[in-house]
């Protein structure tokens, strides 16, 4: 096998490798399936439970791209007006990091007093965790134009508009998407968080009802459907990542 | 001389105010530079060359005295001026050719025309690519050219909306000796052409001698202008040029300045 192959084929090695250590420590062990149970016995709760999880799994796939989706377009404007004005970073940069302090779990709560249970507090639960990380680096990328550039801009006389059209915002490019990785695989613990708390359906919903009826194999079937999910969106927004912001990789091989 | 200056600056200094604490960073400073002249500042470092820089541009606001460009006074960022510092903040997501497009995208009456007269700009701009050996780079990126190539497109990008002023902040700073020499002839061939008003920061003295009219010497800080030298060799010069005792002895003139300032 030679070594392109092989940097393939890793990825799936070593997640079967795990399977297959989980699957050998159970069985050396003889770990009770309601505490641990072992991952064949997992994927054939998946199978058995294949109709339930796929609906309850398309439901947290929905509210996770919803609530990702609110953040970028929120969390990507708020970083241009705080990375383009001093003024507003000093005044809501407090603010922002006092409000990403509180745990989300904790809002949840309050989001269904105010929506009730289900859709809307998943969708906005992952929006207000995963927005955060984009408000961050999309204005890190502005605030940080070379001096040098922006007096090159400045003594072309161009307008403060030009300067974030022509350079701060594509040079913001590489920043917001290595955000959106981290933000994606948040949305997905924000929502899945809302759905175990307050609502009846998605996978956090499914985890909770499995578990207290002590379907153990259910709740890790659960699990490795979120994960899986978090694998995959986190794929896309690399893919995309790739085909925007090419020129910031100069070339490297990493990463793809 | 002959005729006003077209920049003129004229008893001019900075004082920089951070927190209690005051520093003068240039004093008194007075230079007139004829309008197509090309002239070199040069000083240990430290002086205040490249506040001088800011202050002309009007990127800085100075203190004391005023300056002038074209007649008029400098009271904010002027427009159009060419700029190129040491290091060539080329855009990474343009190609060459887009980078060296970029200030048509904002200085007038470029701006207005080059949606319309697209082909005409980029053949110009091509044109001016060849002039600098880069024709064949167009389309590469910049983090794809050497070190000297960048630096020939970051040339190319501060005189393609024909300027009247070029500042030149240690453009060629970074680069290796080769290299730096070369770059010399080429920016004297783009100046022969074009007769610009050039202003070089720098602590190369054969670099300032190689290219300038005039080479101002500047004191340690608070930075003075201590010397004007005129430096009478015909043109265009070349790399031999450098090697004529006139040459030599012209840089060692402005050596035993800088010498004798660094030491007071």
Redesign the interface.
């Known amino acids: 096998m030679n070594e392109k192959n092989l940097i393939r084929a890793m990825p799936w090695m070593v997640t079967i490798g795990l399977f297959i250590l989980w699957e050998a420590v159970c069985v050396i062990t003889r770990v009770e399936t309601f505490i641990l149970p072992r991952p064949s016995v997992v994927f054939e709760a998946m199978v058995k439970f294949a109709p339930q999880i796929t609906h309850h799994a398309l439901q947290t796939l929905m509210t996770t791209t919803a609530g990702f989706a609110l953040g970028v377009v929120g969390g990507g404007l708020l970083g241009i007006f705080i990375g383009a004005s001093r003024l507003v970073y000093v005044g809501l940069y407090p603010v922002l990091v006092g409000f990403n302090s509180i745990p989300k779990v904790a809002l949840v709560p309050v989001l269904v007093i105010w929506f009730g249970i289900g859709t809307v507090p998943a969708i906005i639960t992952a929006f207000v965790i995963s927005f955060f990380p984009i408000v961050v680096n999309v204005a890190t990328g502005l605030a940080t134009i070379?001096p040098?550039?922006r007096?090159?801009?400045?003594?072309?006389?161009?307008t403060k508009t030009?300067i974030l059209t022509?350079?701060g915002l594509?040079?913001a490019?590489p920043y917001l998407f290595a955000s959106l990785k981290i933000a994606i695989t948040l949305a997905f613990v924000g929502s899945v968080i809302a759905e175990t708390v307050a609502s009846n359906e998605g996978i956090g919903y499914l985890m909770l009802s499995a578990s207290s009826s002590y379907n153990v194999p259910l709740v890790f079937a659960g699990l490795i459907v979120v994960a899986a999910m978090g694998v995959v969106m986190y794929a896309v927004a690399v893919w995309f990542e790739r085909r925007m912001?090419g020129?910031?990789f100069?070339g490297s091989d990493l990463m793809s | 001389m002959q005729g006003p200056a077209f920049v003129k600056i004229n008893g001019v200094s900075l004082t920089y105010r951070q927190a209690e604490e005051e520093t003068l960073a240039v004093q008194d400073l007075n230079i007139d530079i004829q309008e197509g002249e090309f002239v070199a500042v040069v000083g240990p470092s430290g002086c205040g060359k490249s506040t001088l820089m800011k202050l002309v541009t009007g990127l800085l606001n100075c203190t004391g005295g005023s300056i002038t460009i074209g007649g008029k006074p400098v009271n904010g960022p002027i427009q159009g001026v060419g700029m190129a510092f040491q290091n060539s903040t080329l855009l990474p997501w343009r190609t060459t050719l887009d980078n060296v497009m970029l200030p048509l995208e904002i200085v007038e009456p470029h701006k207005r025309r080059l949606r319309r007269e697209k082909q005409a700009y980029i053949a110009q701009a091509m044109a001016l690519l060849k002039t600098v050996g880069l024709a064949d780079f167009a389309d590469k990126f910049p983090w794809q050219l050497s070190g000297g190539m960048q630096q020939r497109a970051n040339v190319c990008r501060s005189i393609i909306h024909e300027p009247r002023l070029l500042m030149l902040d240690e453009p060629f700073g970074a680069l290796d000796a080769f290299t730096r020499e070369e770059l010399w002839g080429v920016m004297q061939k783009l100046w022969m052409e074009r007769r610009f008003t050039a202003i070089l920061i720098t602590h190369d003295l054969r670099e300032a001698t190689y290219l300038a009219d005039r080479v101002f010497v500047m004191s340690k800080r608070p930075g003075r202008i201590i010397l004007s030298k005129e430096i009478d060799i015909p043109r265009p010069r070349t790399l031999d040029t450098t090697f004529e005792p006139h040459f030599g002895s012209i840089v060692h003139e402005l050596r035993e300045h800088i010498h004798s300032v660094r030491e007071s």
């Not at chain 1, 007096?151 to 161009?158: H, M, Y």
């Open positions: 070379e040098e550039l007096d090159v801009l400045r003594s072309l006389g161009a030009e022509k350079i594509p040079r490019m912001t020129w910031a100069r």
